[in-house]
C-alpha cells in the first residue's frame, strides 16, 4: 500500500487546536471493483476472533476512545454510533456483515477486525489538497445514502477543493465513495487519543492484503 498521498492531506491548525491527538493514516491502492467473491473465510474468522458481545463491546478501550471523542465533538454515541462500533454490533447481532462489494467489504472486515473506523474514497473524484477541517457554517454534505444537510460549522470534515469527502470519523460522502468504475482507492484511517498510531497505521494496511483475499 502506498501512502504517497499523506503529504498532501493537511490537519488545520484549528481542529489540532481544539482536539490535540486525532490524526490519520492513509494510503492508496489500485482496485478492481467485484461483487463476485467468497467472504465467507473472513465471516468464519471473525465469529472466532471477536471475544465480546453486545453488552461488553462498549466497555472495550478502544471502543470507549471513540465514544469519548464522539462527546468532546457534540455527538451522543449511544444514538450516533462510531462506525468501527456500529458494523461491530451488526455483526455481533447478525454473525455476518451486509456483501456490498469486494473493495467496501475489506474495508468493513478491517474495521471490524480492529475497531478502527476507516474511509475508502474513489481518487479519481478527489479534486485538489486535502484537509482536515472544521466545516463552513451552512456548508453542504451529502451522505453516502444520498441524505443532504447544510452543517453548522463546529464539525470536523475530510475535505478538497470541491467539497467534503467525510464528516469526521463517522460518514463518507457519495461524490467519492467506491463504485463500479473506481480503479484507485484512497484509505484513511482516522485516530482519536488514547487509540495508538500502530493499531490505526495496521487498520489501514489491512484493507489491502484482506481485499487481495476476496476472490
Given at each position: 500500500m502506498s501512502s504517497a498521498v499523506s503529504s498532501s492531506i493537511i490537519i488545520d491548525d484549528a481542529v489540532k487546536q481544539r482536539f490535540e491527538g486525532i490524526y490519520l493514516?492513509?494510503?492508496?491502492?489500485?482496485?478492481?471493483?467485484?461483487?463476485?467473491?467468497?467472504?465467507?473465510?473472513?465471516?468464519?474468522?471473525?465469529?472466532?476472533?471477536?471475544?465480546?458481545?453486545?453488552?461488553?463491546?462498549?466497555?472495550?478501550?478502544?471502543?470507549?476512545?471513540?465514544?469519548?471523542?464522539?462527546?468532546?465533538?457534540?455527538?451522543?454515541?449511544?444514538k450516533t454510533r462510531p462506525a468501527s462500533e456500529a458494523l461491530?454490533?451488526?455483526?455481533?447481532?447478525?454473525?455476518?456483515?451486509?456483501?456490498?462489494?469486494?473493495?467496501?467489504?475489506?474495508?468493513?472486515?478491517?474495521?471490524?477486525?480492529?475497531?478502527?473506523?476507516?474511509?475508502?474514497?474513489?481518487?479519481?473524484?478527489?479534486?485538489g489538497k486535502l484537509t482536515l477541517r472544521f466545516a463552513k457554517n451552512g456548508e453542504r454534505?451529502?451522505?453516502?445514502?444520498?441524505?443532504?444537510?447544510?452543517?453548522?460549522?463546529?464539525?470536523?470534515v475530510l475535505a478538497d477543493s470541491s467539497g467534503i469527502l467525510h464528516l469526521f470519523p463517522h460518514r463518507d460522502s457519495q461524490r467519492t465513495m467506491i463504485n463500479a468504475n473506481t480503479r484507485k482507492m484512497l484509505i484513511v484511517g482516522c485516530g482519536v487519543p488514547s487509540v495508538p498510531r500502530s493499531r490505526v497505521d495496521a487498520a489501514a494496511e489491512s484493507v489491502v492484503s484482506i481485499l487481495s483475499e476476496l476472490r
Open positions: 493514516s492513509i494510503g492508496e491502492a489500485n482496485v478492481n471493483v467485484t461483487n463476485s467473491y467468497d467472504i465467507s473465510k473472513h465471516i468464519t474468522a471473525l465469529k472466532q476472533e471477536l471475544h465480546y458481545d453486545l453488552e461488553s463491546l462498549k466497555d472495550d478501550p478502544i471502543v470507549r476512545a471513540y465514544r469519548d471523542f464522539y462527546w468532546r465533538i457534540g455527538i451522543d454515541p449511544t461491530v454490533r451488526r455483526f455481533l447481532k447478525n454473525q455476518s456483515l451486509p456483501k456490498i462489494n469486494n473493495v467496501v467489504d475489506a474495508g468493513n472486515i478491517a474495521s471490524v477486525k480492529t475497531l478502527v473506523p476507516i474511509g475508502l474514497y474513489d481518487t479519481n473524484n478527489i479534486s454534505f451529502t451522505d453516502i445514502t444520498g441524505k443532504t444537510e447544510d452543517l453548522q460549522g463546529n464539525e470536523i
